[in-house]
């Protein structure tokens, strides 16, 4: 698929279908602002995308429409959030969640959200078992806008996001062996909002609790999972990878 000029200051086409910034990343205050990557072959979504971005605080540094693509500009731009399909050519399977863990060794800080069609369990307990900074939303969630700005923000402040829907599927599709099986229903509750990334106070807001119950369960929580004594931050993300693993 080629590429289009844009008219949002992206103009140049490389050989792996990427299309680069043409702002001086020192005017107007772009080097304040983080810098992102979006790859995905569908150019109207991508272009969409980097619009939304543009008009929210972000600076789109480029786009790429393959995953080669994507990290020749991750090495080239070193951004602070990757934006990734998990199917890009040449044969749309997992292309974009292979780059993604080839991004996620070689930048370890580096936030990674992928976008998928679908929910796809495998691939997304993958992804969300490499760390913290880690997205894993359908493109479908990307249409609020309100929730996918704020999904951003969780990943580069050093959250994981876990779309609705897998919480749900993974929900209805435990392993008989269930490692959450002592958690009491409002526990479970809280750990599902956890895991779609919900801090404390949001947590509160939508079970219309205080926010000291809902540190009672989240210690609760902790303790029945026998987490190790680490930071809070670290435990709650295993106590998101057990929930995503009792499936």
């Known amino acids: 698929m080629n590429v289009p000029a844009s008219g949002d200051g992206f103009g140049r086409a490389n050989a792996h279908n990427c299309v680069v910034s043409s702002e001086d990343p020192s005017s107007n205050g772009s080097a304040d602002r983080t810098r992102v990557i979006i790859a995905d072959d569908d150019v109207l979504l991508r272009e969409g995308l980097a619009s939304l971005l543009e008009r929210s605080e972000y600076q789109v540094a480029a786009q790429a429409g393959s995953a080669q693509g994507l990290l020749d500009l991750v090495r080239k731009h070193d951004p602070q959030l990757v934006i990734v399909d998990i ?58 806008v309100d929730d996918f700005l704020e999904t951003l923000e969780r990943i580069t402040g050093g959250g994981s ?14 392993r008989k062996e269930d490692p959450l099986e002592h958690l009491t229903a409002r526990e479970r509750e809280v750990l599902a909002l956890m895991a779609e990334g919900k801090s404390n106070a949001g947590i509160a807001r939508s079970l219309w609790v205080t926010e000291g119950t809902v540190e009672k369960h989240v210690h609760s929580i902790l303790a029945k999972l026998r987490l190790p004594a680490t930071g809070d931050d670290h435990r709650r993300v295993l106590a998101v990878i057990a929930f995503l693993e009792s499936r």
């Open 87 to 144: 199917r890009m050519p040449p044969t749309h399977t997992a292309e974009g969640l292979e780059a993604a863990r080839a991004i996620r060794e070689e930048w370890p800080d580096m936030g990674i959200l992928v976008l998928s069609a679908h929910v796809e369990v495998e691939h997304a307990m993958e992804l969300l078992a490499s760390g913290e900074r880690i997205g894993y939303l359908l493109k479908s969630r990307v249409t609020d």
């Open 161 to 174: 996001v876990v779309d609705p829907a897998l919480v749900q599927e993974l929900f209805s599709a435990r």
